[in-house]
């Protein structure tokens, strides 16, 4: 018998997730788990052991796959590349997005790329999947020392993720930004920000956005009251949850123009990220 339908339903959610922290792509991530099951449906269940094992090692090595596509790709991208951001507010079914872990926080997604991808295939199926050393050898076709080392490699590499805290605190942090912020007040703004802030603008090459990253509170701050005193009429922006973390959409007559993210320590911004490249603001 083919994999079932509830299959389907069952493991989608996981599968999105799996695929989007993989690839940092929505689109992308629905592509390939579209393809994975258009695949497995060919599949006769009976032949499988364990119906999610089985999907996440085709799910894994699509995304891989993928990942080294990308990477060239982004070799030529014009300006930084940041992840597509996922709306969390009141998701609307369950088969969306599986977004209980916190490394769906867009810092932590963000952080994904600097893992090589067996790296991070490694770390998701290990830590956010829950699956054994042997297990995942056997989805990633490696040896269970090399997948322990997978493992180790990323957790290194990632520590100092934003891990998903307080979202009270973190909203209350986000709306004092944005009061300073509106109201032209550049030494509050300048106490919610780190010394060291880094703010990146995602562009894409599609529009207009910095080259390059921001460095200092001082040029980052200094960058935004620039942009807030050339915003149209018809400018509006509301706090949302946005891969289970508060930031901001920015709209314009209605039409989302763009998002704002944060990676925030101890009551202080360190990293924001400024998307505005319409092909990754589709799904806000």
Known sequence: MELSKSAYLEYKPLLLSLAYQMLGSVSDAEDVVHDVFLSA???????????KA????????????????????????????????IM????????????????????????????????????????????????????LNKSNAACRKYVQRAKQKLEGATPLTNSNANQELIEAFIHSL?????????????????????????????INPIISAKQVAAFLTGLMKKTPSGFSYQIKMINRQPGIVNT?????????????????????????NPDKLTKI
């Open 182 to 210: 509106v109201h032209g007040n550049v030494p509050k703004l300048l106490q919610l920000i780190s010394e060291d802030a880094i703010l990146y603008s995602d562009g894409g090459g599609k529009v207009k956005a910095a």
């Open 54 to 85: 089985f999907l996440c090692k085709v799910t894994t090595n699509r995304c891989i796959d993928m990942l080294r596509s990308a990477r060239k790709r982004r070799e030529v991208y014009v300006g930084p590349w940041l992840p597509e951001p």
């Open 88 to 139: 969390t507010e009141n998701l609307p079914s369950p088969s969306e997005f599986a977004v209980e872990h916190e490394s769906m926080s867009y810092a932590y997604v963000l952080m994904m790329e600097k893992l090589t991808p067996y790296e991070r295939a490694a770390f998701l199926l290990h830590n956010v999947l829950e699956f054994r050393h042997d297990e995942i050898a056997l989805i």
């Open 41 to 51: 449906m060919k599949v006769d269940e009976a032949n499988i052991e364990n119906v």
């Open 252 to 276: 314009i007559n209605g039409a989302v123009h763009s998002v704002v993210m944060f990676k925030l320590s101890e009551n202080k911004i360190e990293q924001i990220y400024l998307i505005v």
